[in-house]
Nanobody, 121 residues
Framework: QVQLVESGGSLVQAGGSLGLSCAALGSISSINIMGWYRQGPGNQRDLVAQSSAGGSSNYADSVKGRFTISRDKFTVNLQMNSLKPEDTGVYYC?????????????????WGKGTPVTVSV
């Protein structure tokens, strides 16, 4: 069993900063992609940022220049600066990886429970 454990969600004022962390625990053997999605008022999960095992990263246009993603083998962090009210939402950690029990050719998606971030005006 694989778990993604998130932490760091909080209430902050506009212009402030916040850091999120996520750790993959359990029987996972490797992770190809790890990142963060946000569920906002539209009730859909949209990509915020993600990082590959090789170190490449992608960001949503709305957060470029303000957010920074970093990762290790089984962890991912999101540093959020210059926060805006529109950044408010539930942030979900995401990972795409492989368990030893299923072999190297069967990748699976994993999701955390979500950590809420509220940016006040």
């Amino acid at each position: 069993q694989v778990q993604l454990v998130e932490s760091g969600g909080s209430l902050v004022q506009a212009g402030g900063s916040l850091g999120l962390s996520c750790a993959a625990l359990g029987s996972i053997s490797s992770i190809n992609i790890m990142g963060w999605y946000r569920q906002g008022p539209g009730n859909q999960r949209d990509l915020v940022a993600q990082s590959s095992a090789g170190g490449s990263s992608n960001y949503a246009d709305s957060v470029k220049g303000r957010f920074t993603i970093s990762r290790d083998k089984f962890t991912v962090n999101l540093q959020m600066n210059s926060l805006k009210p529109e950044d408010t939402g539930v942030y979900y950690c995401y990972a795409r990886g492989v368990r030893a029990a299923t072999g190297p050719y069967y990748a699976e998606d994993y999701w955390g429970k979500g950590t809420p971030v509220t940016v006040s005006v």
